[in-house]
């Protein structure tokens, strides 16, 4: 009982505990760095391999993932000693419970310099206290990182990493392009002997429910997992608003008026629901997609109840294998499909940002401070330091065939080298998650099968919603802000939920619409553009 | 009268059927395939026999490493909790202690407050417990409510007891070992199981200051490895074994750490009985 009120008083004690750390900082000021150049390499730009000129050791806060456990003597390590002169220290942190930690050793003052696997957003709740490096400030000293924000026209994105000090505070994971994964799985079979052709469209998709529903009368076509959270959000996209797992702050932007609004109020809000709630009535989708475990959903796919259902390329997966024991081999045959375009046009939500790194604010003060810039530098943004972190050294663990890179003959890697006896990731180290992630296209696609390659091949047609601008909160505002977003967001699922299985009616949403203003949207929105506004200004 | 007894047998299976279900239930989980399980077709019995994730997590040192861990904590801990709360306990139960009530009052207070989660990190950390045994065995040792519980028990002790042994010539701590102690049987192996238990299933101390995986209980380790297939593998790749892991992970993981509790308590459950000093006082 006690354990329970430690955890849950954790997230309490670490803000006070940061407003104590913050008493003590001057994050505000921009540390001289000409002195601090131990190590450092004097002419460093994009190409060049970083190698510290003196032996250089850093902190790292390591995210342990069990199915490839931290050992001291991957090659990771040990060529990183030879080749960049650089020791990392770990600190192990078991990952399931890695951001509690992450937390308790900010707000302590004892974490180590290299903070790993923050995911953009995630570092907004450190930014007041000063104990976290305001990264921007030193950019600069990253070559590699700066031409690849040019390079791939990534600034809006990182203009929504800024801060109310116009700062931001994470260095994410860069991707040159989208990289879409959930969608809705078919039973393409069943598609096929009835010869539908696979939808394009939402409306489409409603077209071939029907007929699957008229085909299979006994059948409720589409029971989906994930209590509907995916496919509101790919929907939501299409419609033009955002429900799901997109909802997150709520806010649309208006690329027309520059302004901020909130989406689950809208009249593209009101089409989403209403489609759905035409499924539903119809008999096309199971109500219960909303409430049911994802067990239960798989259960009813995977016995042929169902023919439809959201998925990712790991799901698949696993479709399968149960498939083969319900069904039998052969007697079935699933895919993803390209995600539905919808009235907002073909059209997929998204960022290009992943998972990347938080500073320890005290680095700046070390005399290696530009060789760690140089060295962060060098193995997440450079090809050459991502390819590393990826694939490992070339000839020992992979070789390239025509610029196709292939593993080493005994090598495995989530079964892309099925005769491997050792495992990329258990054996050498790379491919982890805390030092691989993010790159090219290309580095990204080279770990993919043959299917998912398809996949995303024909997911290149989709444009990607455009990036809406930041909206920095001050202190005060964000707190206001989340007080007001809590319970509108709330109401805001209850709501959807009631709408499209029929329990409120469709000609209610005026009323729903008030319900929401009284409930503080119309304030929220106020702060939200009060905060974008702030910050167009400053730019 | 036998109408009775089978009445009575059959209420009592039905009894056992319906404890014992869900952990019938959970072993066969442990032991079936994937698209068994996610199907929902397992109940009593294992169906597609498969020993997948067993062999997965029993071949892995680390396992053995941290279950290791995991026993030399349990042990080390509740020996110290039981040598703490025990003579606290005794010391508190005694009317004639002078500040009892002052006592009392400082291990009751600790129920309600608590120095909190940062400030008692940085006090591990600046006593240099941190990755250390210590930092998983000394805070926390003992547990207020079952110091009160055993405080308790030692004040029902008859008194004239204590004053027979006295009169015999035993010293206070003649008293506590040779008398009130062997009387006290049912308490401390209660108290026992109770810190057993609880260490054994502890994992939050050892998450907070631990730093090196060669030091953490198996609790940590199966937590992590709970959550890591859960989200496991990356997209667009194949991984051969993750379904079946996960389809499975959490009954294998329930059973292994479930067994050695269940191996323990038949032993201590013999010390459960009352009546060990019927007749001993005559009134």
Known sequence: MIRRRDFLGLSALAAFGLVMAGCDSDSGSKADTSK?????????????????????????????QPTYPYKKDWLLFSKMASDNNVTLEPTIVPSSDYEQKRSLLISSGKAPEIIAKTYPGQESAYVSSGAVLPVSDYVDLMPHYQDKIKKWKLEPEIAGLTQEDGKYYVLPGLHEELWPDYTLAFRTDVLEKD???????WDEFREVLRKLKKN?????????????????????????????????????FDEGKKEFAFGAGSGQFKDLVTYFNSLVSEGLMD?????????????????????????????????RTSMEQSLGKGNFAVRKITVPGGPAGDVIGGSRLENGIMLNASVKDKDSFVALMQYIDWLFYSDEGQEFAKWGVQGTTYNKE???????????????????????????????????????????????????????K????????????????????REQATLTLTPLKDHVKQNTLKFITGQRSLSEFDAYVKELDSKGMGKYVELANKAYKAYAEKK | MRLFRVVNLAFLLVVVFLTLYPFLNILAQSFSSEGF????????????????????????????????????????????????????????????????????????????????????YVLITSLGMRDTLWAVVLPNAISVFNLLIMKSFFENMPRELEEAAAIDGLTQYGVLFKVVLPLSKAIVATMVLFYAVANWNSWFQAFLYLDNPDLFPVTIYLRNMIAGVTTAGSAGGTAENVGQIAANIQSVTIVLTVIPILCVYPFVQKYFFSGVMLGSVKE
């Not at chain 1, 601090?36 to 342990?64: E, I």
Request: aromatic letters at 12%.
């Open chain 1, 36 to 64: 601090a150049r131990n190590g450092a390499m004097d002419s460093f730009g994009v190409g060049d391999t970083f190698k510290a000129t003196a032996p250089l050791s850093f902190t790292f806060l390591f995210s342990d």
């Open chain 1, 458 to 477: 024909a997911m290149k047609s989709k444009k990607p919603r455009p990036v809406a601008p930041p909206v920095p909160f001050s202190d005060t505002d």
């Open chain 1, 195 to 201: 010869g539908i052709a696979e939808p394009k469209t």
């Open chain 1, 402 to 456: 025509g610029g196709k890179r292939i593993l080493a003959k005994d090598i495995n890697f989530q079964g892309l080298n099925p005769g491997g006896t050792k495992d990329l990731r258990v054996d050498y180290g790379f491919s982890g998650g805390n030092f691989a992630y993010g790159g090219t296209t290309d580095l990204l696609q080279s770990t993919f099968n043959e299917e998912e390659l398809a996949f995303q």
């Open chain 2, 37 to 120: 399980i996610n199907a929902g077709k397992v109940n009593l019995f294992p169906m597609g026999f498969n020993t997948e994730t067993y062999q997965l997590i029993l071949a892995d040192s680390v396992f053995w490493r941290n279950y290791g861990n995991t026993i030399l904590y349990t042990v080390v801990a509740t020996a110290i909790s039981m040598v703490l709360t025990t003579s606290f306990a005794y010391a508190i139960a005694r009317k004639d202690l002078k500040g009892r009530s002052l006592f009392i009052g400082i291990a009751v207070f600790t129920m309600f407050f608590n120095g909190g989660l940062i400030p008692n």
């Open chain 1, 216 to 252: 299979h009368p006994d059948v409720v076509p589409f029971s989906d997992r994930f209590n509907g959270n995916s496919v509101l959000n790919i929907a939501g996209t299409a419609f033009g608003t955002v429900a799901g797992w997109g909802l997150v702050d709520g806010l649309t």
């Open chain 1, 287 to 319: 109500p219960e997609s909303f409430t049911q475990t994802d067990d239960s959903a798989i259960q009813k796919f995977t016995s042929g109840k169902s023919f439809v259902i959201s998925a990712n390329s790991q799901n698949i997966i696993t479709y």
